[in-house]
């Protein structure tokens, strides 16, 4: 079904909301946002706890034109240079961490977390120094996603990270770029808070999902062994089949029709990304990994003016962790002691253990 009302979805704050699942109505809704609004505290038709909330006050949740100024802003600092630059640390940290990795450790732990959080210091160019109090920061920021009041841990990892971004001299790093922009301090400080937590999990979640993917499938694994042309491919492929953000959310601006469907104002529409993904009107053989299926128009960096500004990274690490992974991790690999829980946006790998043959 393509539309449908949600009651589960029903939540404190919401009177209703619209589920969506086709790939169609995906794209339509996240590429018409005069009527699909990202601004949650505007079109909401319920209150929204929101006051310390950066997201709430970050570009994800506006709309143009303010979007539009902002995105240019963090553009100028944010480019494909950016990422080419950070390629050699990502590559360096990659093969540090591999290098400790044994059958008994957590991936998660010893891999998959620590990457990202390591290529998001050294772009927001955070020093040595206080990189310990950067993953904690960035643990309890990301550990807000999905709560609906902000916790006390949350509101002091925010302050100390605006002391941080506002007072440190910015030597490397977007942070000089940004303050230099145009954006008000509180725009780099909430900008910084969203990178945290759109580029953390996502990223930790599709180094998880690649791992899985390819320890359940070994022939991909011995092919991309025999052709590493296939790792693009390969991660676009995991996206398409465990997209690391489910779905996403917009606010009906005025009442209309979707699919045939009508909706009032101020609904909640909830677009599930994960669902369009496996939509058979555009996925032959949708729910089948396939390394090498060419086109691939997965919808799960988003679509439309909030597409994800950190898929060229995201892209890059993966590839570089897959590359390096392919080095030093032989063989077959088998995956143990899986560890899940529930989320908002699908279900969280929280450990596992990797064994490959020596
Ligand atoms: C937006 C997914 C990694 C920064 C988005 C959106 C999606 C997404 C679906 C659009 C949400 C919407 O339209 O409501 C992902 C996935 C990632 C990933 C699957 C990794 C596998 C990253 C990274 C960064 C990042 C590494 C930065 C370091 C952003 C930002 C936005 C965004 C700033 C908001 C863009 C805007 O509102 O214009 N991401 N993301 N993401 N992402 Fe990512």
């Not at 979007?67 to 390629?87: C, Y």
């Not at 770029?177 to 953390?200: C, K, M, Q, T």
């Not at 991309?224 to 693009?232: K, P």
Request: contains cysteine; hydrophobic residues 40%.
């Amino acid at each position: 079904m393509a539309v449908f009302s949600n009651p589960a979805r029903r939540d404190r704050r919401q009177t209703s909301s619209v589920f969506i699942t086709s790939h169609a109505l995906v794209d339509e809704v996240l590429t018409t946002h005069d009527v699909f609004s990202s601004d949650e505290i505007r079109y909401s038709a319920s209150e929204v706890p929101h006051r310390d909330n950066p997201v709430l006050h970050s570009m994800s949740a506006m709309d143009p034109p303010r979007h539009h100024e902002l995105r240019r802003m963090v553009g100028r600092a944010f480019t494909p240079r950016t990422v080419d630059d950070l390629t050699p640390s990502i590559e360096a940290c990659a093969l540090d961490l591999l290098d400790r990795l044994t059958p008994a450790s957590d991936f998660v732990a010893e891999f998959a977390h620590p990457l990202p959080i390591a290529t998001l210091a050294a772009l927001l160019g955070v020093s040595d120094a206080r990189r310990a109090d950067f993953v904690r920061w960035t643990d309890v920021i990301t550990s807000f996603f999905g709560q609906p009041e902000a916790r006390p841990d949350f509101v002091t990892a925010v302050a100390e990270l605006r002391d941080y971004l506002l007072t440190v001299p910015a030597a490397d790093g977007i942070i000089a770029g940004l303050r230099e922009s145009g954006l008000s301090p509180d725009e780099v400080v909430d900008f910084a808070a969203l990178l945290l937590i759109n580029g953390h999990e996502t990223t930790k979640t599709l180094l998880v999902n690649t791992v899985l993917c390819l320890a359940g499938h070994p022939a991909a694994l011995a092919e991309l062994r025999t052709d590493a042309g296939h790792i693009s491919g390969t991660i676009e492929e995991v996206l398409r089949l465990r997209p690391s953000a489910g779905g996403t959310d917009r606010f009906t601006t005025r009442a209309g029709t979707l699919g045939g469907q009508p909706f009032a104002a101020g609904e909640r529409v909830v677009v599930s990304m994960a669902a369009a993904n496996r939509d058979p009107a555009v996925f032959s053989e949708p729910n089948t990994f396939d390394i090498r299926r060419s086109p691939n128009p997965h919808l799960s960096f988003g679509h439309g003016i909030h597409f994800c500004l950190g898929a060229h990274l995201a892209r890059r690490q993966a590839a570089v962790a897959l590359r390096t992974m392919l080095d030093r991790l032989p063989g077959r690999w088998t995956v143990d002691d899986v560890v899940t829980r529930d989320s908002p946006v699908g279900t969280d790998v929280l450990s596992l253990r990797l064994t490959w043959s020596r």
